[in-house]
């Protein structure tokens, strides 16, 4: 007869009190994942996670409340949980997970890794430290109602990078407000601020500086010193924009002079901030007046919409839209808010003008009207509820594992609406790892197509190897004959490499350098393709991945082979499936900073790929057709138009 301890095998229970584990991540997930654990008889438990708790944070985190906020989410989600478990051992964290101390030996210490993750750049991190380290990775990721869970073991699974994925979509909040580094972050926060001015005001779209960016004070203490400032410390992030916006009448050019000018030299005395980056240049208003030439605005050839405007001309785009949307605001009366609508044109003016400004102001090419409508979208909130779903699934997962029965593990998709079983969970089994991955492959390799006399080598090293492929210290050979050191992760050794081309060390078409990221326990071979045919502002390409487009129908061959996903129509997409790569876990915008902070990303299943196979049900083995789906409903609900630009707060 079967003893059990609780719920549980006494084998297991025994197993659950004596084994190590790691939770990555303190967020939405991250919470329930850990209160989860130390109910269901965990003891030994290590948790991490860079971020600090936001009052946004507070309506789906529940481990922290209001006097929690500027603290170490890892510590206070720690201290918490204890309440639940006081015998549990709970080592917290407050850093990134990318940090060098946490090598392939850290690692090796525990028996299962669980990723509660918000960016992509941890997520490959940790798939390859667990890679390496051979131990088995639960990841899971919501997207609204949408949630996903999947394993991950090394030799029997896809790795989290077997599928190419498209452009990064998702973002911590204090990207948003400090630190953008792309376009989309600048109309997001134009977005953001369109509302803090004439909408409805949310604690989660702040636009003004992140006083509690983890990034800008490492000292817990003085993290939370930021988050409580005074007003009269310069810290402005829980004032009303919208009530100091009133009393100043709407005036375009003191809203002009608040956002562009004093915010962002208020952004400066964060000096930690700018150690790696591009510094922020303030602008004037009356400087940029008095300087500007009429001839900036004549329109240029082609549509208005696709013209590209110059510094004054969305200064004046901004003053015009700002009085538009201050009379529509007097003619409702008091009280009154407007709806951002992108086919509204003072609400699309307003946000054209203000995001293009702040790519000016960080360093980034402008956008066009057109260019900017096409970018901006719908926001979804996260949801408490989905968060708790997805983490009860990653426990049952991590039990699975540690019963020793791996085989059994499934990839689980939750679903915003119950598809034709009326299922709104759906499993479908795990695929083997892809033959073409270029991180868990046996001898990873690509192709990197790039114009040689263009490509400094600092861009190689940070924009290729480092954003594209995931490294964190890449050591980069050059297979000549010579062994000659590109670039090196010693600091100093290769500094003065950075600013020469490719070309001048001898790379050619054809040339191929060998990469290494030891921490990483990763090798790569790249082999270089030059071109001089790349599209306007594209500085690279991988060739053979074409991720922002829907894979090539499957051949009748394949669709009978024995690769097994979900049998349902309706379902969310596997991420896990070799042969409908979705297009990404990620097309979703993360518009608060929760969990694991770094460049930037969620697994939850949000497909876009228009494939078309058959699929052996997982639990049934009945075969069916399933049709991945571009929008969060139902297939069988009647199709709508839906923006693959939709933005969707994620956990």
């Known amino acids: 007869m079967v003893q059990l301890v609780g719920s549980l095998r006494k084998e297991l229970a025994e197993s659950l009190s004596t084994c190590k584990v790691l939770v990555v991540g303190a ?32 309506n789906r985190q529940f481990l922290f409340q209001k006097k929690h906020v500027g603290k170490s989410k890892a510590q206070v989600a720690k201290e918490s949980a204890l309440q639940f478990c006081p015998t549990a051992n709970i080592t917290a964290y407050h850093d990134s997970i990318m940090n060098p101390d946490y090598n392939v030996e850290f690692f090796r210490k525990f028996v299962l890794v669980m990723n509660a993750l918000d960016n992509r750049a941890a997520r490959n991190h940790v798939n390859r430290m667990c890679l390496a380290a051979d131990i088995p990775l639960i990841e899971s990721g919501t997207a609204g109602y949408l949630g996903q869970v999947t394993v991950i073991k090394k ?17 911590p909040g204090c990207t948003i407000r400090n630190t953008p580094s792309e376009p989309i972050h600048c109309i997001v926060w134009a977005k953001y601020l369109f509302n803090q001015l004439f909408g409805e005001e949310d604690a989660d779209q702040e636009v003004s500086p992140d006083t509690a960016d983890p990034e800008a004070a490492w000292n817990p203490e003085e993290t939370a010193a930021r988050a409580t400032a005074s007003e009269k410390d310069g810290d402005i992030k829980r004032v009303s924009t919208k009530d100091w916006a009133r009393s100043t009448g709407y005036d375009p050019v003191k809203l002009f002079n608040k956002l562009f000018k004093d915010d962002i030299m208020y952004l400066l005395t964060m000096d930690k901030l700018w150690k790696k980056r591009k510094a922020p240049t303030p602008l004037d208003w009356q400087q940029l007046e008095n300087s500007a030439h009429p001839e900036e605005n004549c329109p240029g050839s082609g549509l208005k919409d696709q013209h590209v405007l110059g510094v004054w001309g969305h200064c004046q785009m901004f003053q015009h839209s700002v009085e538009t949307l201050r009379s529509q605001l007097q003619e409702k009366g008091d009280g009154a808010e407007l709806v951002w609508d992108k086919d509204d044109p003072p609400a699309m003016d307003f946000v054209t003008a203000a995001a293009n400004l702040r790519m000016h102001i960080f360093s980034m090419n402008m956008k066009s009207r057109f260019d900017v409508k096409s970018m901006a979208g719908n926001i979804i909130p996260a949801i408490a509820t989905t968060n708790a779903v997805i983490a009860g699934l990653i426990v049952l997962e991590g039990l699975k594992i540690l019963s020793g029965e791996l085989e059994s593990c499934r990839t689980i998709f939750l679903n915003k609406c119950p598809n034709l079983r009326k299922k709104l969970l759906v499993p479908c089994v795990l695929d083997p790892p892809s033959a073409n991955c270029y991180v868990c492959a046996s001898k990873p390799e690509v192709t990197v197509k790039l114009n040689v006399h263009k490509t400094m080598v600092l861009s190689l ?49 054809g040339s ?11 090798t790569l071979l790249v082999n270089v393709l030059h071109t001089e045919e790349l599209e306007r502002d594209v500085e690279f390409e991988v060739v053979g991945e074409a991720p922002d487009k829907a894979p090539p129908p499957q051949t009748n061959q394949e669709e009978v082979n024995n690769s097994i996903t979900n049998g349902n129509k309706d379902s969310a997409q596997p991420s896990t499936s070799s042969k409908a790569a979705p297009a990404e876990d990620d097309d979703i915008m993360i518009v608060d900073s929760d969990e694991e902070e770094e460049a930037s990303s969620s697994s939850a299943a949000a497909a876009t790929s228009g494939t078309k196979r058959k699929y052996p049900d997982a639990e049934t083995g009945e075969t069916s057709t399933k049709r991945p789906r571009t929008d969060q409903s139902s297939a069988a609900a009647a199709p709508t138009d839906n923006d693959d630009d939709d933005i969707i707060a994620l956990d």
């Open 27 to 58: 967020g939405g997930i991250g919470c329930e994942l850990l209160k989860n654990l130390v109910l269901t008889g965990f003891k030994n438990i290590d948790v991490i996670d860079l971020d600090t708790i936001d009052v946004s944070n507070l």
């Open 155 to 171: 030799g029997m699974t896809e790795c989290y990078e077997c599928q190419p994925k498209p452009t990064q979509k998702t973002f």
């Open 461 to 509: 090293q940070d924009k290729i190897l480092k954003e594209r492929f995931g490294m964190v210290a890449p050591d980069v050979q050059i297979e000549d004959g010579k062994g000659t050191i590109l670039i090196s992760s010693e600091e100093g050794e290769t500094e003065a490499n950075n600013s020469k081309l490719l070309s001048d060390f001898g790379i050619r078409n």
């Open 512 to 522: 191929r350098l060998q990469v290494d990221d030891f921490l990483q326990d990763y």
